[in-house]
């Protein structure tokens, strides 16, 4: 349950409405789209989430955003995020328990994990790995994206925003990250 108090959506005025009705004419609204529109400079701070989704699925494709994603959403263990990317890598026809990666897509999810065990500890070899793959315009791409899931992840897991309905019947799929116990020690 969300640590926050939702407004309605009849509760919204002035461009957090308008921002709603467009939204909800497309289809689109989300739990955490209704909580960032209770300010609407957090909701556009946060929407630039897609623009940089565009330019990473442009730089490495569907599949490979996706992976790439799924590793930021889970390693970072937002229940939220991770169940919308088991839901996308299944609609892609995969099996989120059971990926066969090819080498950028491998490199990808290594880098999604580090950049939120350590970001400052990303190893030199990784990034020589990316670059065989990518330039550095691409790489900063990539980064980006990830630091706005990051972002992402953290503003759902604080406020404890609520599951989708749509997402429901694939919560028992979420498996909490446990690299973090090891820190507890």
Avoid at 20 to 39: A, C, F, H, P, R
Avoid at 142 to 167: E, H, P, Y
Wanted: glycine fraction near 6%; include cysteine; proline fraction near 3%.
């Amino acid at each position: 349950m969300a640590r926050v108090n939702l407004k309605q959506p009849e509760e919204l005025t002035g461009d957090a409405k308008k921002a709603y009705d467009e939204l909800n004419s497309k289809g689109k609204i989300t739990n955490m789209k209704l909580v960032m529109l209770q300010d609407y400079g957090t909701y556009l701070a946060f929407m630039g989430w897609y623009d940089s989704w565009a330019s990473l699925e442009k730089t490495v494709g569907l599949r490979a955003a996706t992976i790439y994603a799924h590793s930021v959403s889970t390693t970072n263990g937002c229940m939220l995020c991770s169940l919308f990317f088991i839901s996308d890598l299944k609609e892609l026809g995969l099996d989120p328990e059971h990926l066969e990666l090819s080498e950028n897509e491998k490199l990808l999810k290594q880098l999604g994990e580090q950049i939120v065990k350590d970001p400052t500890a990303v190893s030199d070899e990784l990034l020589n790995g990316l670059r065989k793959f990518y330039t550095d315009t691409e790489i900063i791409i990539i980064v980006g994206f990830g630091a706005q899931m990051q972002a992402t992840n953290n503003f759902n897991s604080v406020l404890g925003v609520d599951v989708d309905k749509r997402l429901l019947p694939l919560k028992e799929e979420f498996k909490p990250a446990t690299w973090r116990d090891a820190l507890k020690k």
